[in-house]
């Protein structure tokens, strides 16, 4: 695609639902980062992709907190058991391979837990 | 760990005049990047500027520079002749080169918030 997609735009939950984010890379983006950004804050790295393999998930906070991206392209960041405290920004970014030093952002997930 | 620091949770600026954000970080990797990020009131991620830690030469770009001093880990960012679009949050970025084991991670700081005044 033209740029980096990010579904939905905006998520309203119930404490304790799951939820999952999708992010749609640009067309031929090998790497794949994940981001929370609190409201006021900068964003925070979650995990990165680097075609299909997920290389680093050191910033992931907890184990309800998983992602995926099974054919390297579309990628998937599942939040089970929400809590309120995961209310965020969360933004997809893609660049065209590791060591590439400009990444494109999605509009993010707008994500509350009520 | 790398971290980036921004001082400045807020400034402000008229119209037409030049404006200087803040931004300091700590590493002690030898080559690294640099960024400026903007986030208007739409909460989009637009890159305004990078800087190769190895080039000397400050990055420009337009109405964008930044102040690169490496010894002392500063990174600040001039806004020359300000607009009224200039309006956004700004963050400062720290990225490690490729072969290293952070490759491609954006490391942010909290952000400066900058308005500008018609």
């Known amino acids: 695609g033209a740029g980096v997609s990010q579904s939905p735009r905006y998520k309203v939950t119930k404490r304790g639902q799951d939820v999952a984010l999708r992010c749609d890379p640009i067309s031929g983006h090998v790497s794949l980062y994940w981001y929370r950004q609190a409201l006021g804050q900068g964003p925070e790295f979650l995990t990165y992709f680097n075609y299909e393999a997920q290389q680093d998930k050191s910033g992931l906070p907890n184990d309800r907190f998983s992602a995926e991206r099974p054919e390297g392209s579309i990628s998937t960041l599942t939040i089970q058991r929400t809590e309120q405290r995961d209310s965020a920004m969360y933004r997809c970014?893609?660049?065209?391979?590791?060591?590439?030093?400009?990444?494109?952002f999605g509009q993010g997930t707008r994500l509350t837990v009520v | 760990a790398q971290t980036v620091t921004q001082s400045q949770p807020e400034m402000s600026v008229q119209e037409a005049e030049t404006v200087t954000l803040s931004c300091t970080y700590d590493t002690s990797e030898n080559n690294y990047y640099l960024f400026w990020y903007k986030q208007p009131p739409s909460r989009q991620m637009i890159l305004v500027i990078r800087q190769e830690a190895y080039k000397q030469q400050n990055a420009t770009e337009n109405r964008f520079s930044v102040n690169f001093q490496k010894a002392a880990k500063s990174f600040s960012l001039k806004i020359s002749d300000s607009q009224l679009g200039d309006t956004a949050m700004y963050f400062c970025a720290f990225m490690n080169p490729e072969g290293s084991s952070n490759t491609g991670k954006l490391i942010f700081g909290q952000g400066t918030t900058l308005q500008v005044k018609p």
């Open positions: 970014a893609s660049s065209f391979h590791r060591g590439s030093t400009e990444a494109f």
